[in-house]
């Protein structure tokens, strides 16, 4: 089993999460982080309406899960929206992999870690991240809707905290889908069973998430959600050549 995201890969970074440094430290740290997001701002501006697709970074292409985020990524494609993720190998390449297949724009908020996680070869914007929390502002800002496969504790992190801020009105009520329902299950059973049966989450909090194995049904919900609520206009798809020609565009 791969020891993927063990370990901080920067000194700096594992510094300082130690607690209070330095003032010059802080200062300097806080600068740098401000500087990320100004690149995020800069680099993903002017992207058409985004679906994040989250899902794990160990699933080899062949393995039905990277097959059902490739096709979900040419679905969301070919419907006219751009498809964000992470940036690295799995069920990112996977749905990165399907939007450029089928000719639509392929972004990745890429984190640096110690075992190198390259941007995956199908990406026509992207950009290298050193904070997971910046990287995740970036993930939500941009996108009307979020769909996530089966991973493990980061791609739990990051349904909790997207369906935390639907379920606060942070953000509005996007469509967040699951798929893949045998690996949610158990997961289900939990919300369901209990925390809705301790009172610590409201029915309406699980019942808004949509659990599907079909990638035409994920889609259509997050189309017509978009459509209906946001008054998007999706379609024709956005094309590559016609935004930034056939040359990736990425940032360190």
Do not use: N, W
């Given at each position: 089993m791969s020891e993927w995201g063990k370990a901080t890969r920067s000194p700096e970074e594992q510094k300082f999460l130690?607690?209070?440094?330095?003032?010059?430290?802080?200062?300097?740290?806080?600068?740098?982080?401000?500087?990320?997001?100004?690149?995020?701002?800069?680099?993903?501006?002017?992207?058409?309406?985004?679906?994040?697709?989250?899902?794990?970074?160990?699933?080899?292409?062949?393995?039905?899960?990277?097959?059902?985020?490739?096709?979900?990524?040419?679905?969301?494609?070919?419907?006219?929206?751009?498809?964000?993720?992470?940036?690295?190998?799995?069920?990112?390449?996977?749905?990165n992999r399907g939007a450029r297949e089928a000719g639509g724009l392929s972004v990745g908020c890429n984190i640096i870690l110690p075992q190198e996680q390259k941007p995956n070869p199908y990406l026509d914007v992207w950009m290298e991240f050193r904070y997971f929390f910046v990287r995740?502002?970036?993930?939500?800002?941009?996108?009307?809707?979020?769909?996530?496969?089966?991973?493990?504790?980061?791609?739990?992190?990051?349904?909790?905290?997207?369906?935390?801020?639907?379920?606060?009105?942070?953000?509005?009520n996007f469509p967040l889908v699951l798929m893949g329902a045998d690996y949610w299950e158990p997961m289900l059973k939990f919300l369901r069973g209990t925390m809705v049966g301790e009172g610590t989450i409201a029915t309406e909090d699980v019942d808004r998430i949509l659990v599907t194995d079909s990638a035409e049904e994920a889609v259509a919900r997050v189309r017509d959600v978009a459509m209906r609520q946001f008054g998007l206009t999706v379609?024709?798809?956005?094309?590559?050549?016609a935004i930034f020609g056939e040359r990736a565009v990425g940032r360190r």
């Open positions: 130690e607690g209070p440094q330095r003032r010059e430290f802080e200062l300097a740290r806080a600068l740098r982080i401000f500087f990320e997001f100004i690149k995020g701002f800069r680099t993903f501006h002017f992207l058409g309406p985004c679906v994040t697709v989250f899902g794990s970074a160990r699933f080899p292409p062949g393995h039905r899960y990277y097959e059902m985020g490739r096709d979900v990524g040419g679905r969301l494609s070919r419907a006219g929206f751009t498809v964000m993720t992470g940036g690295g190998p799995g069920i990112m390449e996977a749905a995740k502002v970036m993930l939500v800002k941009y996108s009307y809707a979020f769909i996530a496969l089966p991973g493990g504790f980061g791609t739990m992190d990051e349904i909790f905290e997207t369906a935390t801020l639907i379920q606060t009105g942070k953000i509005r379609g024709p798809k956005v094309r590559r050549r």
